[in-house]
């Protein structure tokens, strides 16, 4: 219940289920538990602003040194009950003197109806860096999407995860990437004397691409077909095309 209760402020969701603060880093080191000697958690409302903080320190293990690990997060509506803006700031620092930093602005903004434009930019800093140019440190992502279940329903979203992106008290496993997605969706309701609550269909598209050398990661397309029934039941039927790209030759013996 500790890092459970309000969870959600302090989310900044870099895209599935990557994140640029992930609790799980705190006390556990390669799946074994580490001593929490102490830390403090918050969260709160200060004015109109969602406030939430954490400071958290690790027990020395297995050679790996003690360390402590901080993390701030803000937000407040604005325009409409549907739209933020904020900023987080994590920090791990090792007593060895090691440590990484991550920090990201972002907004989720109704601009009209059932549309939404969601922005964020993060950066992070590792021990002992000296980058002169910023962007293989950085994250971009910019998506706008048409929320509706009834009529279309839209989405197209553009990021970029540079090379040397690596928040270490988040969670990634990509990076070196420029991803391209879209969505399109139809539904619609039978009404109230069906059985069924809705129907779905549509397609899903999206593509990485490596930042070095511009050459295909993977890309998938997947239409597909929903039906949910009132009882709480559902059915879905689709179809997948996925291509790969490797970055090398396979041998068979």
Not at 48 to 75: H, I, Q
Not at 180 to 186: G, H, I, L, S
């Amino acid at each position: 219940m500790f890092f459970q209760e309000r969870s959600s402020i302090f989310s900044f969701n870099l895209g599935g289920p990557q994140d640029l603060f992930y609790s799980r880093n705190i006390g556990i080191i390669d799946g074994k538990i580490v001593a929490i000697p102490g830390g403090v958690r918050l969260v709160g409302r200060l004015g109109k602003w969602d406030v939430g903080f954490l400071d958290m320190n690790t027990a020395e293990f297995n050679g790996n040194p003690s360390e402590n690990f901080g993390v701030v997060r803000v937000r407040k509506q604005v325009i409409n009950e549907n739209s933020y803006v904020g900023g987080m700031l994590t920090t791990r620092f090792g007593f060895d003197g090691s440590y990484n930093v991550g920090y990201g602005i972002d907004g989720i903004f109704r601009v009209f109806n059932d549309d939404y434009l969601d922005v964020k930019v993060a950066q992070t800093m590792i021990t002992a860096s000296l980058i002169k140019l910023p962007l293989p440190t950085l994250l971009f992502r910019v998506a706008w999407e048409r929320r509706s279940e009834k009529g279309f329903g839209y989405e197209g979203g553009y990021a970029y995860w540079g090379k040397d992106f690596n928040p270490e008290s988040g969670f990634m496993f990509l990076n070196n990437l420029h991803e391209f997605r879209a969505k399109m969706q139809y539904g619609w309701f039978p009404g109230e004397n069906s059985v069924i609550f809705n129907y779905r269909t549509g397609v899903d598209f999206e593509m990485l691409r490596r930042i070095d050398d511009g050459q295909l990661e993977n890309m998938e397309i997947s239409p597909g077909f929903e039906i949910n029934f009132k009882n709480g039941y559902g059915v879905f039927t689709g179809l997948t095309y996925r291509k790969e790209g490797v970055l090398g030759r396979f041998l068979f013996s």
